[in-house]
């Protein structure tokens, strides 16, 4: 059991290059969600997936864009690099079905420079 | 606007020196407060969650508490290997929207 799994983990692009970020789950959970974490910020939400098929706008969206291939992979991609957009990106999931338990499991992140 | 402040900043404790980190938050219907501890270079890692005013969760060192306004992480004599910073986030009963807003965090040292 993996977990939460992010590829790559280290990037490096230049302005207007453009790239795809991979994540995926192996816990069955129906919600996938990507953040960015800056210094100084706290960890903003770049896009989520509700379900299988759904994706919607978080806090920061502009510049990026997702795809919900299957119920255990997300992707995020950049299709224009700018240097605002060095960070280091998180994926997590969760299942919010489960009433209990509305946490959310973190990947490692992927650390992006784009010079 | 939902808001999260995490106090202090950074903490440097002595081996076996207890001592609590602090979240306050406004938010309006709390459907739940998340810690989280991250170490370097890695994502954060689920410690517990709270629903209710009053409840408390432990985990070794570690004891999480809530109140209407604001949450303790208490940590009971640190070891080094507790080092790490530590994130709060709150998640508002909004329906659809599946909103998560954390706080910057502490940076937590323990010393031998």
């Known amino acids: 059991n993996a977990g939460v799994t992010q590829t790559p983990k280290f990037q490096v692009l230049k302005t207007g290059q453009s790239m795809t970020l991979q994540c995926a789950q192996d816990?069955?959970?129906?919600?996938m969600y990507w953040y960015r974490q800056d210094p100084g910020m706290g960890l903003r939400l770049i896009y989520y997936?509700?379900?299988?098929?759904?994706?919607d706008k978080g806090e920061v969206p502009n510049g990026y864009n997702v795809s919900r291939l299957n119920k255990r992979e997300f992707s995020l991609r950049l299709e224009s690099a700018a240097p605002s957009q060095t960070s280091v990106y998180f994926c997590a999931s969760r299942n919010p079905g489960h009433l209990s338990s509305y946490e959310q499991y973190f990947g490692p992140g992927t650390r992006l420079t784009v010079t | 606007e939902d808001q999260v402040t995490q106090s202090p900043e950074a903490l440097r404790l002595q081996e076996g020196e207890s001592s609590s980190l602090n979240c306050s938050y406004t938010v309006s219907g709390l459907r739940g407060l998340f810690w989280y501890r991250q170490d370097p270079g890695k994502g954060p890692e689920f410690l517990f969650t709270l629903y209710s005013a009053g409840e408390e969760k432990e985990k070794e060192r570690l004891k999480a508490t809530l109140t209407k306004k604001e949450s303790f992480l208490h940590i009971t004599a640190p070891k080094p290997e507790d080092s790490a910073t530590y994130l709060c986030?709150?998640?508002?009963?909004?329906?659809?929207?599946?909103?998560?807003?954390f706080g910057i965090g502490t940076k937590l040292q323990v010393i031998p």
């Open positions: 986030a709150v998640q508002k009963n909004s329906g659809g929207y599946q909103k998560v807003t």
């Open positions: 816990m069955n959970h129906n919600s």
């Open positions: 997936s509700a379900s299988e098929g759904t994706t």
